[in-house]
């Protein structure tokens, strides 16, 4: 594993416990947005293992991605959708309207997070 995919994995490992930690303090909407960012750092682990390039932005990030998965990289079900919808529910967080994030929400999408570390430190092995 290359020294930047290391990194990209660590920080997103350093971002699901932060994103765990404002759940368990009960800070959801910060729980939901920083899981959609778990999940980019590890899709930039994944790209970067794979292509020697790491995409800055999101839309490049998943287009990366998306054509690695129709190449046959082997991605669990689910995980390219989060990437779109964490970004638009970041989005939303980010630029308004401010609106609330449920417990189930920011549950699910920690969930995804923590799916996609996982998967992606499966990956990069």
């Known amino acids: 594993m290359s020294p930047e995919t290391v990194n990209f994995l660590d920080v997103a490992k350093r971002q699901i416990a932060e994103a765990e930690a404002a759940l368990a303090a009960k800070l959801h909407r910060f729980a939901a947005r ?39 990289l082997a991605l669990p079900d689910g995980l390219l959708q989060y990437l779109a919808d964490g970004y638009e529910l970041k989005s939303d967080l980010d630029c308004g309207p401010v609106s609330p994030v449920s417990k189930a929400e920011a549950e699910q999408a920690v969930a995804a997070a923590r799916d996609f570390v996982a998967a992606a430190a499966s990956i990069c092995e």
């Open 34 to 72: 920083e899981a959609y960012n778990v999940a980019l750092s590890a899709t930039r682990a994944i790209i970067f293992e794979k292509t020697q390039e790491a995409p800055e932005t999101h839309s490049g990030a998943r287009n990366q991605l998306s054509r690695l998965v129709h190449e046959g």
